[in-house]
């Protein structure tokens, strides 16, 4: 299963990169924060990389952004990554001056990593046979 890591350069476009299970960075993309950005990337990933993948994204980002609430809401699973953890990566990567296709690709291998991961809040799909009723 493949997770695709979120980042936002200093309010800019979104940035994703795909990385597999041995942590290899695929091409990074780039969309707006509007949710027709939002919804036409991860529609653009589910199409590219199948329906095979979970979303890792900074707190910060899922709360300025609908990107996390879109991919729940397309059935997939969303990781949440402290804001002071992903500090420190990028201070200790020294990303912060970087492009932030490699911030993308840090955030997207925290999973991946059993001591990041346990900083990390793991957010599944709801039932997607119960119906909503508002």
């Known amino acids: 299963m ?11 476009s979104l940035v994703a990169v795909a990385v597999d299970d041995d942590g ?3 091409q990074p993309l780039r969309a707006t924060h509007t949710d027709e950005g939002c919804w036409s990337l991860l529609a653009y990933i589910e199409a590219t990389d199948g329906l095979d993948f979970e ?4 707190e910060w980002l899922a709360r300025g952004t609908p990107i996390a609430r879109f991919a729940l809401e397309r059935g997939v699973a969303v990781w ?6 992903i500090a420190a990566m990028r ?3 020294r990303l912060n001056t970087g492009p ?9 291998r925290l999973p991946l990593v059993e001591l ?3 900083h990390l809040r793991r957010f599944a799909p709801g039932d997607q046979r119960q119906l909503r009723l508002w």
Do not use: N, Q
């Open 2 to 12: 493949s997770s695709i890591g979120f980042w936002s350069p200093r309010g800019r």
């Open 24 to 26: 290899r960075a695929g």
């Open 55 to 58: 979303l890792v994204t900074p």
């Open 80 to 85: 949440l990554a402290p804001d002071p953890l």
């Open 91 to 93: 201070e200790i990567g």
């Open 100 to 108: 932030p296709h490699r911030t993308a690709a840090v955030i997207a």
């Open 116 to 118: 990041f991961r346990v």
